[in-house]
């Protein structure tokens, strides 16, 4: 049997591309924010186009669990996505709290999707441990 | 829940590579149902029991 599954395998090129497509939006709107100074609308688009392909990926994410048709490897998946969720709420729940008394710096909202990914590498360990 | 799994696919002198190729499935599902970490659900459990011509019963038992 090949090393992923037909399912395994568009999800890693969904990623792949949405990854190389938010490196290129993101050096783009960083460039056009710097030299033209937008305004205004395109601006509020300049600057929501980065997270567009983030979002896209975990909606990849969502589609591998519907295209997953080996239920152990999807069950894996949804208890990784789960930690990942336990995870991430964890940290900004904490995070925001020592924010709101001025003991930790202000952290953007993005980061608790880049958390949640890391979460799913703690989930990832967990698994294997549990092996 | 236990299972008769392995013994079953030893008599065939399946790997559980083999296994999971019938089954359609991936080799480390073999190993978790095998080794009891994972219960099928019961759409695969009738696929195994098809495979192996028994009923379900004679294949996966209650701890009690």
């Not at chain 1, 190389?20 to 924010?33: G, R």
């Not at chain 1, 100074?37 to 969502?62: D, E, Q, R, T």
């Not at chain 1, 239920?71 to 709101?100: C, D, H, N, P």
Request: glycine fraction near 8%.
């Amino acid at each position: 049997m090949p090393r992923f599954n037909a399912a395994q395998r568009r999800y890693n090129k969904r990623v792949l591309g949405l990854s190389l497509l938010y490196a290129l939006l993101l050096v783009a709107a960083i460039m056009v924010f710097k030299q033209a100074h937008p305004a205004g609308p395109l601006a509020w688009l300049l600057a929501i186009l980065p997270a567009l392909p983030i979002i896209g990926i975990v909606a990849a994410m969502g589609r591998y669990l519907v295209e997953e048709s080996d239920e152990y490897l999807r069950a894996m998946e949804v208890r990784k996505s789960l930690i990942a969720t336990g995870f991430m709420l964890t940290v900004t729940t904490g995070w925001g709290f020592l924010q709101s008394f001025d003991l930790l710096p202000h952290a953007d909202f993005y980061w608790a999707t880049i958390i949640w990914f890391g979460g799913l590498g703690v989930g990832g360990c967990v698994q294997a441990l549990k092996r | 829940m236990r299972n008769r799994l392995k013994i079953l696919r030893a008599e065939r002198d399946w790997s559980q590579g083999d296994l999971a190729d019938r089954l359609e499935v991936s080799r480390q599902s073999v190993n978790a149902i095998e080794t009891g970490r994972y219960d099928p659900s019961l759409p695969l459990a009738f696929r195994i029991a098809k495979l192996f011509d028994l009923p379900v019963e004679m294949i996966f038992l209650s701890n009690e």
